[in-house]
């Protein structure tokens, strides 16, 4: 079975701070993907990043890299220079390969980012 | 460039009844997933449609079904609507579009269902 931990119920940074979320994963699957997404109050679910299993390189897309250890089974997203739109609820996901092709996300209970100005 | 459409945004329903929502794909992609999310039980998988088949199924009752249409449009299905299914159900899509990524799901704004 799998599983995400996000032990970060909420966390308050000051605007233009760098902020780290962090995630924990645990899969027996030799290949899965990990993803960030991010829900703002109006509930859409917005992807932000996402990161093979065997990508050598840590992704980064834009104000937005994911710190991939996969010694210790971590994805934790940093994001840079944070402005006040980036608060809201931010979730990691992971994707394993039970069936070929399937898509289910098994997500973590999620890290409500506030940006103080 | 459209995104994934969820319809309607808001439903209320009472105890019994039965409710159906729509979720209108990505143009391109032929995969569709529904999840329920919930405060106390978080983000969690219900079924993903794959070309009019169910793919893969997450574990709720029958009461929860799906189907999906030869256009990739997808709805779902709860029947006997009990209060704990008051959550904001999000349908994504994945597949090949054009200027998005593969094998990523695009979620929808969700629609929010109250049973009272």
């Known amino acids: 079975a799998q599983k995400i931990t996000q032990t970060q119920p909420g966390m308050f940074v000051q605007e233009k701070e760098a902020v780290t979320l962090d995630c924990t994963y645990d899969?027996?699957?030799?290949?899965?993907?990990l993803f960030w997404y991010k829900q703002p109050s109006s509930g859409e679910m917005i992807f932000l990043i996402y990161?093979?299993?065997?990508?050598?390189q840590n992704a980064t897309e834009g104000r937005y890299s994911l710190n991939f250890q996969k010694a210790r089974k971590s994805a934790n997203l940093v994001i840079s220079a944070s402005q006040l739109g980036d608060s809201a609820m931010y979730f990691c996901?992971?994707?394993?390969?039970?069936?070929?092709?399937?898509?289910?996300?098994?997500f973590g209970q999620g890290t409500r980012l506030t940006i103080n100005p | 460039k459209a995104g994934v459409t969820q319809t309607p945004r808001y439903l209320i329903k009472t105890r019994g009844q039965q409710v159906t929502l729509s979720c209108s794909p990505i143009?391109?992609?032929?995969?569709v997933s529904w999840y329920q999310q919930t405060p106390g039980q978080g983000l969690q998988f219900l079924f993903e449609?794959?070309?009019?088949?169910?793919?893969n199924k997450g574990n709720f009752p029958g009461r929860f079904s799906g189907r999906q249409f030869s256009n990739s449009r997808s709805e779902m299905n709860v029947s006997t609507l009990e209060l704990g299914d008051s959550a904001l159900y999000l349908c994504?899509?994945?597949?090949?579009?054009?200027?998005?990524?593969?094998?990523?799901?695009?979620f929808g704004a969700g629609t929010r269902l109250s049973v009272l």
């Open positions: 143009s391109g992609h032929r995969s």
């Open positions: 899969t027996s699957d030799p290949s899965y993907g």
């Open positions: 996901a992971m994707r394993g390969t039970e069936i070929q092709g399937a898509q289910k996300l098994v």
């Open positions: 994504a899509s994945s597949g090949t579009a054009p200027g998005l990524a593969k094998n990523i799901q695009y």
């Open positions: 449609y794959f070309s009019e088949t169910q793919r």
């Open positions: 990161q093979g299993s065997y990508d050598q």
